[in-house]
């Protein structure tokens, strides 16, 4: 069975531009949870969706959104890129919303703001 | 404000001895809390995880211990290996589908 699956693996964008994440998870998983790893800090809480909804929101600002798709896909955008966005953008899933027990995670963008 | 932290940033261990991992927490109010381990260029993966209503919990080689007095959890790593060698974080789980990720311990095994 497939896991949790992010693209791309790297991205390398310019200040003030956009980036898109994607996200696919577990098959069967209906939540999904973005989260940001800045070089050197923990795991900082992004976004939280399921069933298409938006569920919860981490202190990040406006410009970071995102959406799910009817088949549970996910995408995460940055607008405005700022040189600190430069971080690790992992992926989890789960089977069940918002209980994050087991949540398998994906290996993550690596996303370098210039 | 809430937060959950690690007490010890490194630790270097002999293969075959025990590891223990720290990690403090604040919030009172989460229901389970879960340690996961990540290895270089990958994602976080889940170790084993403890509800707010247990002491301890074992695993295969591993076991997890919280002390809610104290506001304190605990991995143990029973005959650590090479493989073990990753960044441990600590997580706590606030209701809101949302984790609380501690700092990370780095362990690093000599063979």
């Known amino acids: 069975e497939a896991g949790v699956t992010q693209s791309p693996t790297h991205l390398i964008k310019t200040r003030g531009q956009q980036a898109t994440l994607r996200c696919s998870p577990i098959?069967?998983?209906?939540?999904v949870y973005w989260y940001q790893q800045a070089l050197g800090l923990g795991l900082q809480f992004l976004l939280w969706?399921?069933?298409?909804?938006?569920?919860n929101r981490g202190n990040f600002p406006p410009r970071f959104s995102g959406r799910q798709f009817p088949n549970y896909s996910s995408e995460l955008n940055v607008n405005a890129l700022e040189l600190e966005d430069s971080a690790l953008y992992l992926c989890?899933?789960?089977?069940?919303?918002?209980?994050?027990?087991?949540?398998?995670f994906g290996q993550g963008t690596r996303l370098t703001v210039v | 404000g809430e937060s959950v932290g690690l007490h010890l940033p490194t630790l270097s261990v002999q293969e075959g001895d025990n590891s223990i991992i720290n990690c403090a927490y604040s919030n009172s109010a989460s229901d389970y809390f879960i340690w996961y381990k990540q290895e270089s260029g990958k994602g976080p993966q889940f170790i084993i995880d403890i509800r707010s209503n247990m002491d301890k919990r074992q695993g295969q080689r591993v076991t997890v211990l919280l002390n809610k007095t104290v506001k304190h959890l605990s991995l143990q790593i029973a005959a650590t290996q090479p493989g073990d060698s990753a960044v441990y974080f600590c997580?706590?789980?606030?209701?809101?589908?949302?984790?609380?990720f501690g700092q990370g311990t780095e362990l690093s095994v000599k063979p």
């Open positions: 989890a899933s789960s089977l069940v919303p918002g209980v994050n027990t087991e949540a398998f």
């Open positions: 969706y399921d069933e298409g909804e938006e569920r």
């Open positions: 997580a706590e789980n606030d209701r809101g589908g949302k984790l609380i």
């Open positions: 098959s069967g998983h209906t939540s």
